[in-house]
């Protein structure tokens, strides 16, 4: 089982910092949007990404339950950016981050839970 929750934080903080990182990068380097934007599309893509940080840094069961649904809005954002031709491949880019960021917060809360579980009644 340990085994499991090991993977499943690893899931989870690449796909999360992948994320983090990718957002950054391609609003400020790769393809920055008029200078008036900035802020906002900043403040609305990656400032959700900043309430979950502490508790997944932390390996916090909670913070890794609620957090699927922070995946979920990050996969709807790259549907978007994929449904143009222009930023076709940064959204597969934030797809797959989102997907692997989801997947491991699934696994991690399963098998976190489990142990715990077991531990309590144990």
Partial sequence: MKQYIKLGRWLTLTGYFSLLFGLFAWHLIIDPPARNLISVIILFQVGPLMFPLFGLLNGKLYTHAWSMYLAIFYFIIGVWYAGSHDDLRFG????????????????YTRFMGKQLKAQDSG
């Fill in 92 to 107: 597969l880019y934030v797809i797959f981050s989102s997907l692997m960021f989801f997947a491991g917060t699934l696994i």
